[in-house]
């Protein structure tokens, strides 16, 4: 039987999952739906798996992951032709996307041990006749439920760091991109033929359900908030631990004394990148009143000129998830309905598959466009006293990812006070670029850390052991302790931790 398709909605079709291109509809490739009991059997084979990945060690497992991140870059012309395909986005995005992954790929190899490896630290008064020790000991099997929007970095942030820590892992892509996760997962087994270290499983939202019910050691979720919320109950059946990964409404701050071109060229990078499909993706500005009018200007005049199609030398191109458009057509129109005005582009600007850029300003603050998640091609920009009510407006929202602040003299100082996991001063989603920056949000962006030593450590439980090393001089943590002991104990701690400072 063969539903209907239209372009880019997946379609599953006698228990295959069909992805098409969301420009030109074109196949891109079928899929085996898999079953509760299939993803269960994948988790139990990750689990014989990862007894030996683990056992290679950290140098064992740094030499197949680098070999990996080689394969990945000498076909990288490749994979992004896949991306664009299958996603949308314009080839060139897609290069800069897996050069992205491919630096995670080697920084979390090359790390690993210096982060995870077992360490001795410091002992204590207490119980100064055993010596201490750390390590980070892999969970086993991590699952891995990864969106479409980049489905290459995305995914990659968690996998790398799982599998550089020691863990095998059963990764779900979203049903929109299953051909790119699948080549992921097949390169993998070029370079690591001997377990199935790295499996894939395909299919809709059930199939994520049951990667959450099937006993993995920690899940991994990237995706919605709704979606991570889902997630977390299904996880809490089984006190599965999870890291949640879900959206925002990342806000720029453009200070009086910034520097306006710079601003410019980053907020429309930051905000209409991927068709401004990206969950760090800029989509309010808060401008400083002084140069409000001037930012204006440049931004629109800039803005008119990005080109979008399916084309080689698009700016960016079409919306990935046709349901999408729903949601940015109901964001503009409502921006319009409660006094906004659309500087660019607007209601008009909406031509399925493709969003034109939309420049929104006079937008209430409480309406959906600046509240909610619009994953489209639209930045709401609004004139604000300075900095300071910039940041107050900003982290007046229920997510916080990530940021930008545009000042020359004041940049640190409101990117701490910026209520977000991550922050760019004068520039737009750098910190994403940086292997050894974590990657995460607070509030309804979710928890927990990628990236860098903290997203090492997401994949790993820290072990603790204590080792006697002398007989007990004073034994403390016994009933063999004499009153003459615990009087030279107090008398001890009154020597260490009596003063005040
Ligand atoms: P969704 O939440 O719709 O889906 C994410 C993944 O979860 C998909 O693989 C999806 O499968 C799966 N899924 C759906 N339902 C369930 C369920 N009940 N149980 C388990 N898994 C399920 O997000 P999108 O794919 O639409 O991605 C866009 C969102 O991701 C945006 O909000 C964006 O901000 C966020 N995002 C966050 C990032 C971050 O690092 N913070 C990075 C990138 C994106 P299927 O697709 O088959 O339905």
Not at 168 to 179: N, R
Not at 200 to 209: A, N, S
Not at 398 to 406: A, N, Q
Not at 462 to 479: C, D, E, G, V, Y
């Amino acid at each position: 039987m063969t539903a209907t398709r239209t372009p880019g909605v997946p379609v599953v079709e006698d228990g295959v999952l069909v992805s098409t291109s969301p420009a030109t509809g074109d196949e891109v490739g079928r899929f085996p739906v898999a079953s509760a009991a299939e993803v269960d059997a994948a988790v139990a084979r990750a689990r014989t798996a990862s007894s030996w990945w683990a056992s290679l060690g950290f140098d064992g497992r740094r030499e197949r992951l680098l070999r990996y991140r080689s394969l990945l870059a000498n076909r990288l012309a490749e994979l992004a032709d896949l991306v664009h395909r299958e996603g949308g986005k314009p080839a060139a995005e897609a290069v800069v996307e897996v050069t992205a992954a491919i630096d995670h790929v080697a920084w979390a190899a090359r790390h690993a041990r210096r982060v995870l490896g077992p360490r001795r630290v410091r002992g204590s008064l207490l119980v100064a006749e055993h010596a201490a020790y750390l390590e980070y000991q892999p969970y086993g099997v991590i699952g891995v439920i990864g969106p479409w929007n980049y489905p290459v970095f995305t995914p990659m942030g968690s996998i790398a760091y799982a599998l550089a820590a020691g863990n095998a892992v059963v990764f779900k892509p979203s049903e929109y991109t299953p051909a790119v996760g699948q080549w992921l997962v097949d390169r993998f087994a070029e370079v690591v033929p001997e377990q199935p270290v790295l499996q894939i499983v395909h299919g809709t939202g059930e199939v994520g359900g049951a990667l959450c019910r099937s006993g993995v050691g920690k899940l991994a979720f990237t995706g919605s908030t709704a979606t991570g919320k889902k997630v977390m109950a299904a996880c809490a059946e089984t006190l599965t631990p999870v890291l949640v990964e879900c959206g925002g409404k990342d806000a720029m701050i453009v200070e009086a004394d910034a520097d306006l071109d710079a601003a410019v060229s980053a907020c429309l990078w930051g905000g209409m990148t991927n068709a401004g499909q990206t969950c760090i993706g800029i989509e309010r500005v808060y401008v400083a009143e002084r140069v409000y009018d001037d930012f204006l200007g440049k931004l629109v005049e800039r803005a008119a000129k990005l080109t979008v199609s399916d084309g080689e030398d698009a700016d960016f191109g079409p919306i990935t998830m046709p349901g999408q458009i729903d949601v940015i057509r109901r964001h503009i129109d409502d921006a319009i309905a409660r006094g906004g005005r659309a500087v660019l582009g607007g209601p008009d600007a909406v031509q399925p598959p493709y969003v034109k850029p939309t420049i929104l300003v006079d937008v209430p603050e409480d309406s959906v466009a600046v509240r909610e998640e619009t994953f489209g091609p639209t930045l709401t920009v609004t004139r604000v006293r300075d900095g300071d009510e910039a940041v107050e407006r900003a982290n007046a929202s229920v997510y916080g990812l990530g940021g930008s602040v545009f000042s020359r003299s004041r940049g640190m100082e409101l990117a701490r006070r910026l209520r977000s996991g991550m922050t760019a001063v004068n520039g737009a989603l750098s910190f994403a670029g940086v292997p050894s920056l974590p990657f995460g949000g607070i509030g309804d962006s979710g928890f927990g850390r990628i990236h860098g030593e903290d997203g090492l450590r997401e994949f790993a439980r820290a072990k603790a052991i204590t080792r006697r090393r002398m007989p007990s001089p004073l034994p403390a943590m016994s009933f063999d302790r004499s009153p003459k002991a615990v009087a030279m104990i107090a008398r001890a701690v009154r020597l260490v931790h009596g003063r005040s400072r």
